[in-house]
């Protein structure tokens, strides 16, 4: 099993640097899982090669989600989750991003389903998406401050309750 | 959310009509505003979130195995399942073998919750589209599935027995035998509902030909589960990628091309068939004898007799109990297949005694998603089915 698992990695990998020499960065395995860091600025061109190769298939993109690992620096790490249902393989596509510059091109117009995943980490991680057709909030409030799944961001209790105080006494429009 | 939808071109006479978030159709609170020409829809927009407890923040706050109780509360017809994908997921996390008789168990106990949730999906589906008696058979033999839980768990809804290198506890002795009173009674009782539905006039009235999507569409907006199986794609995580020992048992994958709401109907109905299938080999694989739990020091707790009469034993079960355990850095991604779709479990590790991160993909959440694809163009009546054959869980959307 885990011998054919880094057999289909190496598939993978194969595939993408025989297309282009620089496209990942970063192969790393465990537990039988192949993550693969690839550059922001590749990553909707490295999508796109996952989504049409013939090699690859990988045509259902199940998961996108996001860790938050400040104080370290690039604290994001966005990881998606492609399954290619012909080829019974899953791989996940990772690029990390620094806090002051959250930024990454939108996989929508590769995968139509990554709408609503970028809108929860937008809306929980306060990650913009560029290109999104429809970036809002989705889980919380459109007036909510703040994005809770960061780690700075307390579990319990107000982050800052005067902040909060003043805007329970402003006056409503 | 802002309360206005962008108006379609030449939208002069359509009307706002905001459906939610507390109608009964809508399986809990889900809001959907629609925009309406006539009673056609024209533009569908979801508006989720009313449900949203944090669930995932609140896993970080825990320890590895107290935050399977908050697992139960997500999709709240399925809790079994996603105690399983939890635990499956820092099981990989930690590198730890299950014994058989467990996953056996496992595998029995999440078909009989696949059972019950579809029972629950085939009543409100029914009764939103005006047939009533469904429902009350539906919840006559979920009754009983919730029975056998409260007899093994202690608890009909909120398991949590599904516990990280095993199960919670031994299931009492005689349980097998009510499992099998259960079997022996359900392919009759499928067929008195198919017998209800399956012929009827008004229900293929309200079902056929509505809420089409296409096998390419599904899969672009990531759908799964008996939606995409309706769809005519056989994408199934137990066979695909078997997890719990599912690769020993023998079960038709049904799929069909319709891809409307009386396919996906069908679909349901005959993987709850299915599901009796692997229940009835379970309960002759389960063997009688045998660890419930992996032994694995330090993680999984000991036996009641070993920490009471062995120093060691006590000194793991304290440490278990009040510090956790540390597994090592890194992250592990499991799917399985929920009666909903694939339930997939992220957790990734720091290697200190609470996750990094959590992160639950829930199927009800992006199944959702395709919601306007299905009922733009269709009539108002047919929201309510579409909505309904998606088989959403509010708890499991907004988590």
Redesign the interface.
Same mark, same amino acid.
């Given at each position: 099993m885990t011998e054919n698992t880094s057999q289909n990695a190496n598939v993978v990998v194969d595939a993408l640097r025989s297309w282009s020499a620089n496209a990942i960065s970063e192969v790393s395995e465990f537990r039988g899982e192949t993550t693969i860091v690839v550059a922001r600025n590749v990553l909707r061109t490295v999508a796109e090669r996952c989504h049409q190769d013939e090699k690859l298939q990988f045509n259902l993109l199940t998961d996108a989600t996001c860790v938050d690992r400040f104080p370290m620096e690039p604290r994001f790490e966005l990881n998606y989750h492609l399954v290619s249902i012909p080829r019974r393989q899953k791989v996940r596509l990772r690029v990390r991003l620094s806090g002051d510059d959250a930024v990454v091109d939108s996989l929508v117009p590769v995968w139509p389903g990554a709408n609503w995943l970028e809108r929860e980490i937008f809306d929980l991680f306060g990650i913009r998406f560029t290109d999104h057709p429809d970036l809002r909030r989705i889980l919380l409030p459109d007036d909510w401050e703040g994005y809770p799944l960061r780690k700075d961001y307390p579990v319990e209790g107000y982050r800052d309750i005067s902040a909060i105080a003043t805007r329970y006494t402003r006056p409503r429009p | =959310? +802002?309360t206005t939808v962008e108006t379609a071109t030449g939208a002069a006479k359509t009307m706002v009509l905001n459906m939610g978030p507390q109608h009964p159709s809508t399986h809990g609170v889900l809001r959907i505003l629609l925009e309406l020409d006539g009673e056609t829809v024209v533009k569908a927009v979801p508006d989720?979130?009313y449900l @949203?407890t944090?669930i %995932?923040? +609140?896993c %970080? &706050?825990k320890t590895y195995s107290q935050a399977i109780t908050l697992t139960d509360r997500m999709d709240y017809l399925n809790p079994l399942g996603n105690n399983l994908v939890y635990c499956l997921a820092v099981e990989?996390?930690l590198?730890i073998e299950i014994p058989k008789r467990a996953q056996y168990i496992r595998v029995l106990l999440v078909e009989l919750q696949r059972i019950s949730s579809h029972l629950v999906w085939l009543g409100t589906h029914a009764i939103d589209l005006g047939a009533m008696t469904v429902f009350l058979y539906c919840f006559r033999e979920r009754e009983e599935i919730l029975k056998i839980f409260e007899f093994v768990a202690g608890q009909r809804m909120m398991t949590s027995y599904i516990r990280i290198g095993g199960l919670a506890l031994e299931p009492p002795t005689g349980w097998l035998q009510r499992v099998e009173k259960f079997i022996n009674m359900m392919p009759s009782r499928i067929d008195d509902y198919e017998s209800l539905l399956t012929g009827n006039r008004i229900w293929i009235g309200r079902t056929k030909g509505i809420g089409y999507i296409s096998a390419e569409d599904a899969? *672009?907006? +990531? =759908?799964?589960g008996p939606t995409l199986r309706a769809a005519g794609?056989a994408?199934d995580n137990r066979k695909?990628?078997p997890y719990s020992s599912y690769e020993e048992f023998e079960f038709d994958v049904p799929v069909r091309t319709d891809s409307d709401c009386f396919g996906r109907y069908m679909i349901r109905v005959a993987e709850m068939r299915e599901s009796l299938k692997i229940v009835r080999q379970a309960m002759s694989k389960i063997p009688s004898e045998g660890p419930i739990r992996t032994e694995a020091p330090g993680i999984v707790p000991p036996e009641r007799e070993k920490m009471k009469t062995e120093m060691e034993a006590l000194i793991y079960h304290f440490k278990i109990f009040t510090e956790g355990f540390s597994p090592p850095p890194? %992250? *592990?991604?499991v799917?399985v297949e929920s009666p909903r779709g %694939?339930l997939?479990a992220?957790v *990734?590790s &720091?290697g200190s005694p609470k996750p990094?991160?959590v @992160?639950f993909?829930s199927p009800s959440?992006?199944n959702?998603?395709a919601l306007p694809k299905l009922i733009e163009g269709q009539l108002i009546s047919d929201v309510i089915a579409c909505i309904g054959t998606i088989d959403i869980v509010l708890g499991d959307v &907004?988590?």
């Open positions: - | =959310m +802002s989720l979130g @949203h944090g %995932e923040k +609140s %970080e &706050d990989k996390l590198g899969i *672009a907006l +990531s =759908m799964t794609v994408y695909l990628f890194g %992250e *592990a991604f799917t %694939e997939g992220f *990734a &720091d990094l991160r @992160h993909r959440f992006i959702l998603q &907004d988590r």
